[in-house]
Nanobody
Framework: QLHLVESGGGSAQPGGSLRLSCAAS????????ISWFRQAPGREREAVAC????????SYAGSLKGRFTISRDNAKSTVFLQMNSLKPEDTGIYYC????????????????????WGQGTQVTVSS
């Protein structure tokens, strides 16, 4: 079973950037689509982005596309989330997970849910 560990969280000012990493072990990362989720204080967990097994297909929550970029390096068993133009509302705990369901409906790649989860990394955006 894939074991995931997030890192790279911390504090940033509005407009700043952070790069999160999700390191995998225990199985071959390239066999799994990976999603990033986040949970803000007092709110439900929400999906952020997803990448397919090869890294060739990605999907994003609509409001985040253009600011966040998901990528992966299977040789290094790591998935990344580059976050730019950060806003205070991006504050929360960020988790990576193996995607529970993937779809290519109508030629559009998407993911839903998560199976194996990391422990999360805190991101705080404030001035």
């Amino acid at each position: 079973q894939l074991h995931l560990v997030e890192s790279g969280g911390g504090s940033a000012q509005p407009g700043g950037s952070l790069r999160l990493s999700c390191a995998a072990s225990g199985a071959t990362l390239g066999s799994y689509a990976i999603s990033w989720f986040r949970q803000a204080p007092g709110r439900e967990r929400e999906a952020v982005a997803c990448v397919d097994e090869s890294g060739g297909l990605t999907s994003y929550a609509g409001s985040l596309k253009g600011r966040f970029t998901i990528s992966r390096d299977n040789a290094k068993s790591t998935v990344f989330l580059q976050m730019n133009s950060l806003k205070p509302e991006d504050t929360g705990i960020y988790y990576c997970a193996t995607a529970a369901h993937i779809s290519y409906l109508g030629g559009v790649f998407s993911c839903r849910g998560g199976d194996s989860w990391g422990q999360g990394t805190q991101v705080t955006v404030s001035s």
